[in-house]
């Protein structure tokens, strides 16, 4: 049999990034010999060199991204009738944490051309929770969404001046920078994931807190171990088993020597997607002095039909796609008891618009190419 035409273009190619991870099978191989698989030394010389990287003074791995979150907000005790405010538009895990720690969350729109979280509403979101009088104030969380800073000069003065706690959920954006400044350094804490298919990702779970925070930085490798004190029985609060495995940790080191060139390798890639589908679709606005980590290249198509075409015909030519987020969290079935109905109306028009093309950087130009050609098909331009 010929080969077809075409090969198909997976969104994620993480066995032909495996080829190209020098130091991957001698990483992995000290563990196996030295077998400490729990906070083995491959856990620390990550935290450092994760530190170096984003420039925070503390670096604490822990199991997950959502683990990371949830153990921020743990750490400054956030519960019952506290309000934390958060963009609909995003993933479950930033709100899910919120409620497993029985807090509300505080739905805010984002804005309609970067789709980060929109600081006018979120000042309008918490004067309403301050006029009703049943929540507390007590936590911003800020998501850089698809690889993008948030505008975290406005959250930051927003905070401030509401004493509030920020908390910067990066898991898709490891590895941006905003003002030259990389992203892990631009709210109290920071947490990022080391999920696969993230920009920074290991081989199983993993996340990070990122803090200059010398209390929270022990809080946090206090409640990633189960709350323990001083000693390892002594348990001072609740906590949680949410460390980062040793093994992930030295994957991790290995993957961190080829992740700037990667960086760049998704810069290039989103360029060409720019350049190739400027005025056929809405391709990703930039936020202003920002460089972006590119886990997700979104565009917006004029209707859902259109997009619904689009999908049709990657689907034929085996193309990967995939839709973040098909629904505003305020949507979603677990959340829509939770939200006061105030109207979002930026996130529940671009959640039906909206599609990722694949951006990993294995892709070749030629697949690059071959992408845009489908989406100008779809929307009636030329090849
Ligand atoms: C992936 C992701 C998380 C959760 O990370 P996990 O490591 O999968 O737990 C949290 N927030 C956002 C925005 C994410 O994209």
Same mark, same amino acid.
């Given at each position: 049999m010929n080969a077809p035409a075409f090969a198909p273009i997976p969104f994620l190619d993480l066995k032909a990034q495996q080829a190209r991870i020098p130091d991957l099978r001698r990483r992995i191989d000290n563990v196996l010999a030295h077998g400490q698989y729990i906070l083995g030394p491959e856990v620390a010389e990550l935290e450092t060199a994760l530190q170096n990287f984003t420039g925070a003074k503390h670096c604490v791995t822990v199991s997950s991204g959502t683990d990371a979150l949830q153990i921020a907000l743990m750490a400054e005790n956030i519960g019952p009738g506290d309000a934390v405010f958060l963009p609909a538009f995003t993933y479950t895990a930033t709100a899910e944490v919120?409620?497993?720690?029985?807090?509300?969350?505080?739905?805010?729109?984002?804005?309609?051309?970067?789709?980060?979280?929109?600081?006018?509403?979120?000042?309008?979101?918490?004067?309403?929770?301050?006029?009703?009088?049943?929540?507390?104030?007590?936590?911003?969380?800020?998501?850089?969404?698809?690889?993008?800073?948030?505008?975290?000069?406005?959250?930051?003065?927003i905070a401030e001046r509401e004493q509030i706690f920020t908390l910067d959920d990066f898991a898709q954006s490891f590895g941006a920078s905003l003002n030259n400044r990389r992203l892990g350094t631009f709210a109290h804490a920071a947490a990022t994931s080391f999920f696969p298919s993230k920009p920074l990702g290991a081989y199983g779970d993993g996340g990070a807190l990122f803090t200059d925070d010398d209390e929270r930085a022990a809080l946090y490798r206090s409640l990633r171990t189960h709350g323990e004190g001083a000693t390892r029985y002594e348990v001072l609060r609740i906590g949680m088993n949410g460390r980062l495995d040793t093994l992930q940790a030295a994957i991790l080191l290995a993957k961190l020597e080829i992740f700037e060139a990667e960086l760049a390798?998704?810069?290039?890639?989103?360029?060409?997607?720019?350049?190739?589908?400027?005025?056929?679709?809405?391709? #990703?606005?930039?936020?202003?002095? =920002?460089?972006?980590?590119? &886990?997700?290249?979104?565009?917006?198509?004029? %209707?859902? $039909? +259109?997009?619904?075409?689009?999908?049709?015909?990657?689907?034929?030519?085996?193309?990967?796609?995939?839709?973040?987020?098909?629904?505003?969290?305020?949507?979603?079935?677990?959340?829509?008891?939770?939200?006061?109905?105030?109207?979002? #109306?930026?996130?529940?028009?671009? =959640?039906?618009?909206?599609? &990722?093309?694949?951006?990993?950087?294995?892709? %070749?130009? $030629? +697949?690059?190419?071959?992408?845009?050609?489908?989406?100008?098909?779809?929307?009636?331009?030329?090849?």
């Open positions: 919120i409620l497993v720690l029985r807090a509300t969350p505080i739905f805010v729109d984002v804005d309609p051309d970067t789709f980060q979280i929109d600081p006018e509403h979120l000042k309008c979101r918490i004067a309403q929770v301050k006029a009703a009088g049943k929540l507390m104030p007590r936590a911003i969380i800020g998501v850089d969404l698809f690889g993008q800073p948030a505008n975290w000069p406005e959250i930051t003065k390798r998704r810069e290039q890639l989103a360029k060409l997607y720019d350049e190739g589908l400027k005025n056929l679709v809405q391709t #990703p606005a930039r936020v202003a002095n =920002s460089v972006s980590a590119w &886990a997700v290249y979104a565009i917006l198509f004029e %209707t859902e $039909a +259109q997009r619904h075409r689009a999908q049709y015909a990657f689907k034929s030519a085996g193309i990967g796609n995939a839709i973040y987020y098909p629904r505003p969290l305020h949507h979603q079935p677990a959340y829509t008891q939770h939200h006061d109905g105030t109207p979002l #109306p930026v996130s529940e028009d671009i =959640s039906s618009r909206i599609l &990722a093309l694949p951006i990993h950087p294995d892709l %070749t130009d $030629a +697949q690059a190419a071959r992408v845009i050609s489908y989406v100008r098909a779809t929307v009636g331009a030329p090849a």
